[in-house]
């Protein structure tokens, strides 16, 4: 926290003011991520310029906000690491921008080539949520991480004193954003390595080495279509083929004719005031707290920095009743709470003999995931209640492209309606079939002896 932006977000508390009330505060946001009491800020919203013209929406979160971020990336990133591709040099540790420079010499020395030198649009303001929570989801994230995640992504930002809501993307400037962002576009980076595709990505610049100029078009054209099934496209203005005697600038490094020039250092302007030598204050802090802490390091690892094991609630009396409250589940028994225990630490429920549940408690267990076992007294198996993992990212792409097509949503229409219609109409069928054969039936009349 210390090396990333001193900064503060809506809350008006900068970093220094929140160092004098650390230990107090991060007690009490670990207390309120155990009890699932957190609540995310909106970010700190604002636009700078681009060098190309634009502008840049940049979010800034709350100093709160940006721990528990900051604990949620060291929590997934060996996770997103390993799914990385090799052509992916941004937000990474060990990779930075002279490695993809030295990635893309290592074909285009060889001349003569052709160069496709892609820009993504508006990329960080156009990440579906849906696609990035399903990438997350099939790599077996846990899911109080995957909750805590997706309160991150619809915070909304505030800008110019007005609340925004966002729908899609994630801030530039979060802690999470670069990790989320390369994790958005690995179906995209597989797909360009496995077609032979010399690929160097940094973010949303992309640039791919071909032999030839009929490869290139191929090569451009793959890409846009790939990167439309993310719901992404391209830059026309930033995106071209390159001819081997073409130079081309790829972050900040001259290329031209297999050769590569580094960018100058920027020289001091003579006319350039020296800067004024800071001022160290001896006074008081300006915030601080009225007990001494010590400096104590935490050797919980940062996975479960927030939530205790995960554990197994057995529900054994007789006529038990169980429900949800407060994020939590209570289980009662003749109208007194017995327990209650958090839903982010249970990882099932086991009910034995006769117990009852809430609608409120099945409904919240399917979609946290948590089995519902049902036992009978003598610990007989009878069966279970849970629900499958959510959609692939290509079943919800279709389902997203069918729901705008208008022919598709009409035959649809008509063929529910046609269904619901010869329902009616077989039923009616069967009542009238039904009435005539009692009709016709033959009454029994009694036998005297």
Request: proline content about 5%; hydrophobic content about 35%.
């Amino acid at each position: 926290m210390q090396r990333g932006s001193r900064a503060a977000g809506v809350d008006g508390i900068t970093l220094d003011l929140f160092s004098g009330v650390a230990p107090e505060q991060i007690q009490l946001l670990r207390h309120q991520l155990q009890r699932e009491h957190y609540a995310a800020s909106p970010a700190k919203g604002f636009y700078l310029p681009k060098k190309s013209g634009g502008r840049r929406l940049i979010g800034i979160g709350t100093v709160r906000d940006r721990i528990v971020q900051r604990y949620l990336l060291q929590a997934i990133y060996p996770t997103l690491e390993a799914s990385f591709a090799e052509c992916c040099h941004a937000y990474r540790p060990g990779y930075s921008v002279y490695t993809a420079v030295e990635q893309v010499m290592e074909r285009y020395r060889h001349q003569p080539t052709w160069t496709v030198k892609a820009d993504i649009r508006q990329f960080f303001d156009h990440l579906a949520w849906p696609l990035l929570l399903t990438q997350l989801e099939q790599l077996q994230v846990q899911p109080v991480l995957m909750r805590l995640i997706e309160q991150q992504l619809k915070s909304g930002v505030v800008l110019q004193g007005h609340y925004c809501r966002l729908n899609q993307g994630v801030l530039q400037g979060g802690i999470l954003s670069g990790a989320l962002a390369n994790l958005y576009l690995c179906e995209f980076d597989r797909r360009c390595l496995e077609a032979g595709i010399h690929l160097t990505r940094y973010g949303d610049d992309c640039v791919a080495v071909c032999g030839g100029w009929i490869e290139a078009n191929r090569v451009l054209a793959l890409m846009s279509d790939w990167l439309e099934d993310c719901f992404l496209t391209l830059n026309e203005e930033k995106t071209k083929i390159l001819a081997p005697d073409q130079e081309f600038t790829f972050l900040g490094h001259q290329f031209c004719a297999g050769q590569v020039r580094s960018p100058q250092p920027a020289r001091a302007s003579p006319d350039k005031k020296p800067a004024k030598p800071i001022r160290v204050s001896y006074g008081p802090p300006k915030a601080c707290g009225i007990a001494k802490f010590t400096d104590r390091k935490t050797t919980t690892p940062p996975d479960t920095y927030w939530s205790d094991p995960m554990t197994t609630l057995y529900v054994t009396d007789q006529g038990a009743y169980l429900r949800v409250q407060h994020q939590q589940f209570q289980v009662f028994h003749q109208q007194e709470l017995k327990c209650s225990v958090p839903i982010n630490q249970v990882s099932h429920v086991v009910l034995f003999g006769c117990c009852n549940v809430s609608h409120g408690a099945i409904s919240l267990a399917l979609r946290r995931r948590v089995p519902i076992l049902y036992l009978a007294s003598n610990g007989r198996y009878f069966g279970r209640l849970e629900t499958e993992g959510q959609a692939q990212i290509e079943y919800l792409a279709q389902q997203v492209q069918r729901s705008l097509d208008p022919d598709f949503r009409f035959n649809q229409a008509q063929s529910i309606i046609w269904g619901s219609c010869t329902t009616v109409a077989w039923s009616c069928s069967d009542y009238i079939v039904n009435v005539r054969l009692r009709r016709q039936r033959p009454r029994l009349r009694g036998w005297r002896i």
